[in-house]
């Protein structure tokens, strides 16, 4: 039995209309959909790019030898190298880590620090050029962003280099020659200074993975220096903090993630400002109330519980007042390096 073929009815032109509206809304919002994602995802070189990548960096597979613990007590010097006897049997201070000047301290008085039983820090400004080094004349004029607030003969440094991070890579080597324990790279935070180069928190999150890389096959431990906006995405790359003035700064609590983490912030305050410290200070050391206010745990201090704090003066010479009041003077052999160390402008 055949069956008649069902006879389509045509569309109604308000039928056509209706669809016709509601296609073209779907086409229209894609499109914008897709406008926006490709908008957000450009770099505008707007101030959002300086916001850090905040997913932290997996933990590299290799250990080093020596690792600094939370509470170890330091001293640092880099107006000059510290002057060690060789009958020496102890050092002042007799703390457990010296924080020294990478190129003014020669190898002989590393190895005269470990035959004492201290571990070594070696100072290096990582990302900025600095006009007295030995290697100023190896960067090229485009690696140099503005000069440095305050700081004459020195400028901020393009991180991405290849340049720039041949030159670093020299150096932590000759650290690793010289025999030092671990590096304190300075001056990796130009993102938060007007640098002259468009530099971001994530340029200084990759110049850091970069460090890690070419520290750990040498055993050498690496630290953060400041630059707290970035500790939560290079802590796995990281085994200390080198913090300048967060009581003053009232920003302690940034850096209690490293002492949550196990590993210690050697924190140095500069209670004197930009001024020389007195004679009666050197002797004597500060006021009651000053050491209270820079050691104490809670107003400006709060979420300093743990950190290695060094009341100093800012050009970083031997002289150094622990918490507990202590007042010592570490010999410095002036013949060699000489460049006043300041506090850095944040």
């Not at 300086?50 to 997996?58: A, G, R």
């Not at 990478?102 to 002989?108: E, R």
Request: proline share 6%.
């Amino acid at each position: 039995m055949s069956t008649k073929p069902t006879t389509k009815r045509p569309w109604s032109l308000r039928r056509k209309l209706i669809i016709g509206g509601v296609s073209l809304l779907i086409v229209l919002s894609l499109a914008l959909g897709l406008g926006l994602g490709l908008t957000l995802g450009q770099d505008d070189g707007d101030e959002d790019d300086n916001e850090p990548t905040l997913t932290p960096l997996p933990s590299p597979n290799a250990t080093r030898p020596w690792l600094p613990k939370v509470n170890d007590t330091w001293q640092i010097i880099l107006s000059h190298p510290p002057l060690i006897s060789s009958s020496a049997t102890s050092t002042t201070p007799n703390v457990s880590i010296f924080d020294i000047d990478l190129f003014d301290t020669p190898a002989s008085t590393i190895q005269q620090l470990h035959k004492l039983g201290k571990k070594v820090i070696c100072y290096f400004s990582a990302g900025s050029y600095e006009d007295w080094r030995p290697d100023a004349k190896d960067f090229k004029s485009e690696d140099l962003g503005k000069q440095v607030d305050d700081w004459p003969g020195e400028k901020w440094l393009k991180l991405g280099s290849e340049n720039v991070r041949s030159i670093m890579k020299k150096r932590i080597d000759m650290a690793e020659k010289k025999g030092c324990d671990g590096v304190d790279p300075d001056n990796v935070d130009g993102f938060q200074n007007s640098n002259g180069l468009g530099l971001t928190a994530n340029d200084s999150i990759a110049y850091m993975q970069f460090l890690s890389s070419i520290t750990r096959p040498l055993n050498l431990t690496l630290g953060l220096k400041n630059a707290g906006s970035i500790i939560s995405a290079v802590l796995p790359l990281v085994e200390f903090s080198v913090n300048e003035q967060c009581v003053e700064y009232s920003e302690c609590e940034k850096f209690q993630p490293f002492i949550a983490a196990g590993k210690p912030v050697f924190h140095i305050e500069y209670p004197a400002g930009d001024g020389d410290l007195q004679q009666s200070v050197h002797a004597n050391g500060f006021s009651e109330d000053t050491r209270k206010k820079f050691c104490s745990k809670n107003g400006p201090a709060n979420g300093s519980e743990g950190f290695s704090t060094v009341l100093k003066k800012m050009n970083l010479d031997g002289w150094v007042e622990y918490c507990d009041g202590r007042v010592e003077v570490s010999s410095m052999d002036e013949t060699s390096g000489g460049h006043e160390r300041r506090r850095r402008k944040r």
